[in-house]
């Protein structure tokens, strides 16, 4: 497929080139050789202008630096990808935050008012996004909504993982949307899609509806049956004993579609589901897993293996084992 030179920025020891792909952006962004070990950090930008740009994140790759880790993440990617505009005073803001194992769609603000404005939007409900979840069960209902308060487990009792979020009375307003595409089953269980539509933006809301509904997303180390296997994820990282516990090394959650208001009309994007979740629909073996060395080690590089083929990125930073506070 023939490429054409679109546009070039540069900043200081920086340069990021864009390429126009039959219509299609491709970002490749670069960093200078003397700053530490290459980890290669991949994400597809779906549409752009002045104002915004709009990312198809894979997992694992984390949203904003968390715990003082030295790793690859979104934001350094966008700063590397956006360096004119960055050298020039702006500031890209991430409005639409994924956790590190969901991918999908991402809005990001180029500047202080995009943000603001974009933010008030979501604020005041006048955003719509859908997500794509594959879950353990066959639900009964066509559709159904859930509105249940959330709160962090730890408040109202002991709690082994301090983020994990629960169901409770004292929780704040949690509304989210379900419909049933389909079902089907196989050797490993049975399972559906589900179209969720979050009304309200709680942490972790769609994975804590669902288990609520006794439909755990494939995957889920939080929220699955056994939340030890979260621990025993953090304490030694991927095995063959968790493969077999959770199907999938990331939880099967997807943010495929985000419609906003933006110059007096409504602007739509969608993003298709990534291949290590499509494949394992359609053939549960074909799914490639990271081996335990691999998830355990310092570098990236073999967690985001896993991941379906986007735009690469590569950055000078050094990897790191995945992060408590940002699943």
């Given at each position: 497929m023939a490429l054409s030179l679109g546009k070039c920025r540069s900043a200081v020891n920086h340069a990021a080139l864009i390429l126009l792909a039959h219509g299609v952006r491709v970002a490749l962004a670069c960093a200078p050789v003397n700053e530490g070990p290459e980890a290669i950090l991949e994400f597809g930008v779906i549409d752009e202008s002045d104002d915004f740009i709009v990312i198809a994140k894979p997992a694992p790759l984390i949203v904003h630096p968390s715990n003082g880790r030295d790793e690859p993440t979104l934001l350094c990617g966008l700063e590397e990808l956006l360096a004119f505009e960055v050298a020039n005073g702006k500031k890209p803001a991430i409005i639409t935050r994924l956790d590190r194992e969901t991918s999908g769609l991402v809005l990001v603000a180029k500047?202080?008012?995009?943000?603001?404005?974009?933010?008030?939007?979501?604020?005041?409900?006048?955003?719509?996004?859908?997500?794509?979840?594959?879950?353990?069960?066959?639900?009964?209902?066509?559709?159904?909504?859930?509105?249940?308060?959330?709160?962090?487990?730890?408040?109202?009792?002991?709690?082994?993982?301090?983020?994990?979020?629960?169901?409770?009375?004292?929780?704040?307003?949690?509304?989210?949307?379900?419909?049933?595409?389909?079902?089907?089953?196989?050797?490993?269980?049975?399972?559906?899609?589900?179209?969720?539509?979050?009304?309200?933006g709680r942490t972790h809301q769609i994975r804590v509806h669902l288990s609520h509904l006794?439909?755990?997303?494939?995957?889920?180390?939080?929220?699955?049956?056994?939340?030890?296997?979260?621990?025993?994820f953090i304490d030694h990282g991927w095995?063959?004993?968790?493969?077999?516990?959770?199907?999938?090394?990331?939880?099967?959650?997807?943010?495929?579609?985000?419609?906003?208001?933006?110059?007096?009309?409504?602007?739509?994007?969608?993003?298709?589901?990534?291949?290590?979740?499509?494949?394992?629909?359609?053939?549960?073996?074909?799914?490639?897993?990271?081996?335990?060395?691999?998830?355990?080690?310092?570098?990236?590089?073999?967690?985001?293996?896993?991941?379906?083929?986007?735009i690469p990125i590569a950055l000078s930073k050094a990897g790191t084992h995945l992060s408590i506070n940002s699943l």
């Open positions: 500047h202080t008012d995009a943000a603001r404005h974009l933010a008030m939007s979501l604020q005041f409900r006048d955003a719509e996004k859908e997500y794509i979840a594959l879950v353990h069960g066959r639900p009964e209902w066509m559709e159904v909504t859930v509105d249940q308060p959330i709160i962090r487990q730890g408040l109202i009792q002991p709690s082994a993982i301090w983020l994990k979020r629960t169901v409770h009375e004292s929780g704040r307003e949690s509304l989210t949307h379900f419909r049933l595409v389909r079902s089907w089953e196989n050797q490993l269980g049975v399972f559906s899609e589900i179209a969720c539509l979050p009304v309200t006794g439909l755990p997303i494939v995957g889920d180390k939080i929220y699955g049956s056994d939340e030890t296997t979260f621990l025993d095995s063959d004993a968790l493969r077999t516990r959770m199907i999938l090394p990331r939880q099967a959650l997807h943010a495929a579609r985000l419609k906003i208001p933006w110059g007096g009309a409504m602007r739509e994007w969608h993003c298709p589901l990534p291949a290590d979740l499509s494949h394992w629909m359609n053939d549960p073996d074909a799914v490639s897993f990271p081996s335990q060395e691999s998830v355990g080690s310092p570098s990236i590089s073999a967690n985001l293996a896993i991941l379906s083929a986007h």
